[in-house]
């Protein structure tokens, strides 16, 4: 095996679920000024699923419950539930504790992660942590559910067209003498370039009326900010960068891995880091025109979808890598 074995984890099981309701591109240009064209050659996508008033826990609840089938496991025997989103039905409780409820699995740890769209690379490093650590921990269940139609300003002809709804689940187990590296980041400084606002400073006692930090920008109500020129700037460099390095503490290079699922947040951002890489384009699986950008669960859903079509098979050398609001980056490499 090419590379340094470790503890690392294994696959059990993974799964998906998406909302039926499904908008076309041709369905945006009858609510904002664009074109089917515009947006398949800017961003690769032709489709998104929307929710039609599902929560966000129950599309990562349905995720789970595929999961753990597919791992033949019961959910009593989860010790911990780790829950990837940015856009959580309920700031408490955590959307990991209503999963935990939906699928039976009482007494388990469980708790969020917001990462954004890195959110998924960043659950699995710490599901692996976890279980190399915790001697009593079996399996780990890592749920990214994201329901970003909640934030999108369906008036923004830039940024409504981008994000879509869905969720994918992975089982997780200890595994020894195994591939397995990570390398994760973030950068503050860039925190405005993407963002969405939660609640604001406002107490029965507040007496000082500016906002509290000017260097964000101000945006209308919750809705989703984004500045796309400087988020390609950051990804195109990120994504490769995240890696080169991961592939570096392992002694391997980014050419051996069999396949690199990708953050699916535009086609243009992925050509170019793959051409960084000289890493052919077959190699990364590709689902943002079925699914539009999914955020933390683009990942997973991604992984999913190139498990059923064979492009993934058991045995390979596989590279999640993400980037997206904080700003975040992170890669993980595993044997499937």
């Known amino acids: 095996m090419a590379g340094n074995t470790t503890t690392g984890v294994k696959v059990l099981g993974i799964g998906m679920h998406v909302p039926q309701l499904v908008a076309t591109n041709e369905d945006f240009t009858k609510i904002v000024e664009t074109s089917d064209e ?3 050659q800017r961003t690769g996508i032709k489709q998104r699923h929307i929710t039609d008033g599902e929560p966000t826990y129950q599309l990562g609840a349905e995720a789970a419950k595929k999961a753990l089938a597919d791992a033949g496991i019961d959910a009593s025997q989860i010790g911990l539930i780790i829950a990837t989103t940015v856009t959580a039905d309920y700031y408490t409780p955590s959307l990991a504790c209503l999963i935990q409820r939906e699928i039976g699995a009482q007494g388990c740890m469980a708790m969020d992660v917001n990462c954004a769209c890195s959110g998924f690379v960043y659950g699995f490093d710490m599901a ?29 002809r830039t940024t409504c067209v981008l994000f879509g709804d869905g969720a994918a689940a992975f089982v997780l187990e200890k595994q020894e003498n195994t591939l397995y590296s990570s390398f994760l980041g973030a950068d503050g400084d860039g925190a405005q370039y993407l963002a969405a606002r939660g609640l604001r400073s406002v107490n029965a006692f507040r007496k000082n009326s500016e906002e509290f930090d000017m260097a964000m920008p101000q945006t209308k109500e919750h809705y989703l900010f984004q500045n ?29 891995l069999d396949a690199i699922v990708p953050h699916q947040a535009n086609i243009r951002i992925i050509e170019t880091a793959a051409k960084n890489l000289d890493v052919e384009m077959d190699k990364f699986p590709m689902y943002i025109a079925e699914y539009g950008n999914t955020s933390s669960a683009s990942i997973p859903i991604a992984f999913c979808e190139a498990v059923k079509d064979g492009r993934i098979k058991h045995g390979d050398k596989i590279c999640l890598v993400g980037f997206g609001g904080g700003l975040t980056y992170g890669a993980a490499i595993f044997e499937y």
């Open 38 to 40: 515009w947006i398949t």
């Open 128 to 156: 692996k942590r976890y279980l190399q650590t915790q001697d009593d921990l079996k399996y780990v269940l890592l749920v990214a559910s994201e329901e970003l139609s909640k934030f999108v300003d369906y008036t923004d």
């Open 228 to 256: 796309g020129k400087e988020v390609y700037k950051f990804a195109v460099k990120a994504l490769p960068e995240a890696v080169e390095k991961a592939c570096a503490k392992i002694g391997i290079q980014p050419k051996e």
